[in-house]
């Protein structure tokens, strides 16, 4: 019971704090199959029931030929709580495997974009959620900040090229440590991807790295979190957000050279 306050007051503090839904809005959650998305459609199932606001969900899941179990015990389970889920295999991303299937995350991810906003679209959604974690967005901070020379996570809320879907991110303050113990509690099957196997190496240091950190610092995740809402863009190097006039910076007394 906990657990669930817990949840529901992040992604319930997420919905607030970035608009994600709206009156009347029909919430499409993608279902990768893994502990992360099964519990942000629980979490939207109830917060349904209680929120200020009326809005419906629904789940889907596309399935491109990379699942290592069956899948229908998920859709067993979906059905026993009576949650409308649509299954679509996506032919291209079949055809795709057999043609070349040591293919890269872009190409895959370009086929499933496609299929998620034409399954969308058949649902009649208007908001699509993804499952990405607080764990999710501390590590794109991460990797592009040391590889893309680019200081950005994830969006938590975004709309599709032409504005047809909103696209949300309700997990952005839940850690996975919740989301497991929550997907644990809900005795929901999960259905891992191949790619989950063979997790890159780069995520895989990123993720060694936050471990052991962690270990002396267990709120480090929330640290990052917090300093991606609350930007000095005064301390940092990009021009376009650096108008010494306007800024007024307070003097600095010293100059720290390497902080503790
Ligand atoms: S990790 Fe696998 S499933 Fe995910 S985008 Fe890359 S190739 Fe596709």
């Known amino acids: 019971m906990e657990l669930e306050k817990t949840l529901l007051r992040k992604v319930g503090e997420a919905i607030h704090r970035f608009g994600m839904i709206r009156e009347g809005d029909r919430v499409a959650v993608a279902l990768s199959g893994g502990k992360d998305s099964l519990t942000l459609l629980e979490a939207l199932l109830l917060l349904a029931k209680r929120a200020p606001v009326e809005f419906s969900v629904c789940a889907f899941t596309v399935e491109q030929g990379k699942f290592l179990r069956p899948i229908e015990p998920l859709g067993d389970y979906l059905r026993e709580r009576g949650i409308a889920w649509t299954y679509f295999r996506d032919k291209p991303s079949l055809r795709l495997l057999e043609d070349q299937p040591d293919h890269g995350c872009d190409l895959c991810s370009r086929y499933r974009r496609r299929a998620v906003y034409e399954i969308a679209r058949n649902l009649g959604a208007n908001v699509i ?83 052991e950190l962690e270990q002396e610092y267990p709120h480090l995740k929330e640290n990052i979190l917090a ?15 650096l108008d010494e006039e306007k800024a007024a910076a307070p003097a600095e007394e010293h100059f720290p050279i390497v902080s503790e």
């Open 227 to 241: 300093a991606m809402g609350n930007v000095d863009t005064r301390r940092l190097l990009d021009p376009r957000y």
């Open 129 to 211: 959620a993804f499952g990405h974690t607080a764990d999710d967005f501390c590590e794109a901070l991460l990797r592009n900040t040391l590889f893309t020379g680019k200081l950005s996570a994830l969006p938590a809320v975004t709309h599709s090229r032409d504005r047809e879907f909103r696209l949300i991110r309700p997990l952005v303050f839940v850690t996975e440590d919740i989301t497991t113990a929550f997907a644990e509690s809900l005795g929901a099957p999960i259905v891992p991807c191949g790619c989950s196997q063979r997790t890159g190496t780069v995520r895989r240091s990123l993720r060694h790295i936050f471990a």
